[in-house]
């Protein structure tokens, strides 16, 4: 007998199938990591493989879904049904998920329906047919949307609409008031004073405020109204389906005692009164955006009146806003083209009443209006910031002005030019004030940068810090209009001030008002107490001239010297004025000069 022993080397073949187990372990160690489902089915519907994503997406373990249909885990796409996407694909080659992906429902274990986005793609193994899909939850991505379409939508802070979503409810009701009959109102409402409290009790109690406010309106919207925060303390309220102006009437009335209730913030109780504006569909306009401008406007109507906290809208109203907007832009076309100049007005020294100086006034030579004066476009300026540009323009001038009379020989004359509260607050005015001191070569001390009184209270530190950079460059420094504010001694003996202008109103009447004698020689005192100077402006008559020299005054400005003059004309009234001057005009114990 013999054995014949047959081996067979098979480290190739070992070696081969264990780096083809381990091809597949990595395979499915990436399939398990990757966070979209991956499901393979054949074309049947039967599930044959999938990822652990499947898992944590449809709640089922792998062994309950792994031999069940497809239709398990998405009902749309079930193969059974002769309209299913395989079966079209098979049938037809076409398919409305195969190569391309589509949006259907998903069903999670415990019965719940949910968004995913499933691509599916043909797959070839050996004879069979397989599809492989890729499921994406799309849960977390429509709460986001929906959250993203939420908040673009609504105020974060009070969660009411925004002025957008406002706008499409007031075209829905305006819509079916234009529809069945009724009208509209639109408020716009804003709390009076609520920056103050702001600012003492701080933002949190701030918030509280805007909190209840808009549960306030939203609780008091009526069928199908809605209340909105337009911006800051402003919100709005639209209110549907009244049948005349008079059930208008009544209805503003209630949302005003609504928002009058004090408000109880930390142990604190508030009283803030709101300013309304209201605009009615159709008589007020027939778009939302009218309506709801038309409403603005009335607003800002209300606040420009001290008494007022209530207005409808009417059409001259919307003559003054285009008339404004129409100022504003011609306000920005003239610094462009020129159209400003300075008028000057004379200061003499009462000791003597010799020519002192003058004060630089801005005029506007409009090529069809005319000279259009300060009263008429400074308040614009200042309300849209045009008035930096404008007062930039100012300074750069009457140091050009105040150049050219040194040049002339007029030397010794000092110039005023008034600085408004908008250029006050920003940081750069020392540095514009000394390039425009330095581009004329002229002397600091013969410019005198006049400051009104409010405006030096706003903000005591800060006003101090500015002042004192102004005054490190040399220049004078005078507060105007004095009297007229709420001056705070403490701060005002820290000023570096060098001169009180006493106010036209206390002026006007000196000969026959006492109170009006009383405050001036008061101011008189109180500046030379602080070692200041004072100039009294709008004096008219040698009465009044007399009584102030009697009282210490310094200087004065007025028609009694000479109104604002153009550069050239005050040239001229220069020249001549020495040969005009007449001695002080001495007040006798009657009254009479």
Known sequence: PAVLLVGRDTTEVTAAMRAL?????????IMDTVMDGIVTIDEEGTLLNANLSVERIFGYSL?????????????????????????NYLANSFGTVIGVGAEVMGLRKDGASFPVHLSVSELRVEKRRLFTGTIRDLSENRQLAQRVDYLANHDPLTDLPNRSLLTERLDQAVTHAREAGGLVAVMVADLDGFTTVNDSLGHESGNLILRETARRLA???????????LAG???ALVVRGLADLAEVGRTVEHIRDVLARPYMIQGTELTIAADMGIAVYPRDGEQPLDLLRNAEVALHSVKRLADAQLGFFDTSMSFAVTERLTLERSIKAALDAGQFELFFQPQVRLGDFRLVGAEALIRWRHPELGVITPDKFIPVAEETGLIVPVGAWVLRSACRHLRQWNDLGLSGLRMGVNISGRQFRENNLPDLVAEAIAEESID?????????????????????????????????????DFG???????????????????????????????????????????????SMKT???????????????????????????GRP???ADFLSFVGKYESLARPLPQLHEGGET
């Open 565 to 567: 003059l153009p550069a």
């Open 444 to 480: 600091a001390a013969a410019l005198d940068l006049e400051l009104t009184e409010s405006m030096l209270m706003a903000d005591g530190e800060g006003t101090l810090k500015m002042l004192r950079a102004l005054a490190h460059l040399g220049v004078a420094l005078s507060i105007d």
């Open 219 to 229: 609780q008091n919207t009526g069928a199908g109204g809605t209340a909105a925060r």
């Open 484 to 530: 007229t504010g709420y001056s705070s001694l403490a701060y005002l003996k820290r000023f570096p001030v060098n001169t009180i202008k006493i106010d036209r109103a206390f002026v006007r009447d000196l000969d026959q008002d006492e109170d009006g004698r009383v405050i001036a020689n008061a101011i008189i005192s109180l500046a030379h107490s602080l």
């Open 535 to 561: 100039i009294a402006e709008g004096v008219e008559s040698e009465t009044q001239a007399a009584m102030l020299a009697r009282y210490g005054c310094d200087e004065i400005q007025g028609y009694l010297i």
């Open 63 to 87: 062994t309950e879904v792994v031999g069940s249909n497809i239709a398990t885990l998405l009902p749309d796409f079930d193969t059974r049904q002769r309209d299913g996407s395989i079966y």
């Open 21 to 29: 187990a381990a091809r597949e372990h990595r395979i499915r160690a």
């Open 233 to 235: 303390d402003e919100f």
